[in-house]
């Protein structure tokens, strides 16, 4: 996530005009960087399922009975699912 999220920045552009055209030239003009977009948006996607998993796993086994554990895994949860949004969902709003 953080390599691809680095080299994906590295030809993004922020700006309200040019973002789109930022994105289409990372899918078009660099090499492979439709691959490293896809690899990025679907690492992020496994990760979470990773996250879903570890967290029935906790519910299957009974570890919710230990409360300040479970406590600091919801917290965990929030705050990645708060980075998530703030990286994903944030930028596309400039467009």
């Not at 999220?5 to 005009?17: C, V």
């Not at 977009?37 to 570890?54: E, L, P, Q, T, V």
Request: hydrophobic residues 50%.
């Amino acid at each position: 996530q953080i390599l691809t999220g680095l080299f994906l920045a590295m030809h993004y552009t922020s700006d309200i005009s040019t973002a789109f055209s930022s994105v289409t030239h990372i899918c078009r003009d660099v090499n492979y960087g439709w691959l490293i977009r896809n690899i990025h948006a679907n690492g992020a996607s496994f990760f979470f399922i990773c996250i879903y998993m570890h967290i029935a796993r906790g519910l299957y086994y009974g570890s919710y009975l230990y409360k300040e554990t479970w406590n600091i895994g919801v917290v965990l949860l929030l705050l990645v699912m708060m980075t998530a949004f703030v990286g994903y969902v944030l930028p596309w709003g400039q467009m």
